[in-house]
T-cell receptor, first 115, second 113 residues
Framework: NAGVMQNPRHLVRRRGQEARLRCSPMKGHSHVYWYRQLPEEGLKFMVYLQKENIIDESGMPKERFSAEFPKEGPSILRIQQVVRGDSAAYFC?????????????FGQGTRLTVV | AQSVTQPDIHITVSEGASLELRCNYSYGATPYLFWYVQSPGQGLQLLLKYFSGDTLVQGIKGFEAEFKRSQSSFNLRKPSVHWSDAAEYFCAASPNRDDKIIFGKGTRLHILP
């Protein structure tokens, strides 16, 4: 059973371009969480999704950021018109349906560099 | 507001010495508690978790943590550190198993030879 897969591992974008980060949850997991880690800081919650639903987006910036978790395929975190301040590591975690006796598992992250 | 506090940004210990990393939480009810480790440029690895039951929790790599409700603490300990334990350690909490996890700012552990 593969773990949470994130790709790409490293992404370089010029200011103004779009960044698309992908997260494939573990098999059987229906919940996905996205976190952002700025240099020398902890992880900040961004958004929590189930298949085709956004459950909690209280940590998402109001503009340029969006996330989806379609019925088929990976979850996507999309950043439009990137700026230097978007440079960070973005981590995805997945967990099984509610009531399961296990915690969320994290991917290796995508390191976004905006130049 | 819900929060997790790690008061020590950096900790330096000698190889073979004991270790304790502090963590305090602020939640309305006892949350689920976690400790993660992150090596440079890597993802997060779960060391241990507390959901309920025995307040002394054993984890991987020889780590343990003790939940103390009266102090709202969940400190991580290891009796004898190894050079490979040098990393960043994050304490985290969640109101339940499948809600968002809130992280502390992390403690960077340095090991002296």
């Amino acid at each position: 059973n593969a773990g949470v897969m994130q790709n790409p591992r490293h992404l370089v974008r010029r200011r103004g371009q779009e960044a698309r980060l992908r997260c494939s949850p573990m098999k059987g997991h229906s919940h996905v969480y996205w976190y952002r880690q700025l240099p020398e800081e902890g992880l900040k919650f961004m958004v929590y999704l189930q298949k085709e639903n956004i459950i909690d987006e209280s940590g998402m910036p109001k503009e340029r950021f969006s996330a989806e978790f379609p019925k088929e395929g990976p979850s996507i975190l999309r950043i439009q018109q990137v700026v230097r301040g978007d440079s960070a590591a973005y981590f995805c975690a997945s967990s099984p349906p509610r009531g399961s006796d296990t915690e969320a598992f994290f991917g290796q992250g995508t390191r976004l560099t905006v130049v | 507001a819900q929060s997790v506090t790690q008061p020590d940004i950096h900790i330096t210990v000698s190889e073979g010495a004991s270790l304790e990393l502090r963590c305090n939480y602020s939640y309305g009810a006892t949350p689920y508690l976690f400790w993660y480790v992150q090596s440079p440029g890597q993802g997060l690895q779960l060391l241990l978790k507390y959901f309920s039951g025995d307040t002394l929790v054993q984890g991987i790599k020889g780590f343990e943590a003790e939940f103390k409700r009266s102090q709202s603490s969940f400190n991580l300990r290891k009796p004898s550190v190894h050079w490979s334990d040098a990393a960043e350690y994050f304490c985290a909490a969640s109101p339940n198993r499948d809600d968002k996890i809130i992280f502390g700012k992390g403690t960077r552990l340095h090991i002296l030879p």
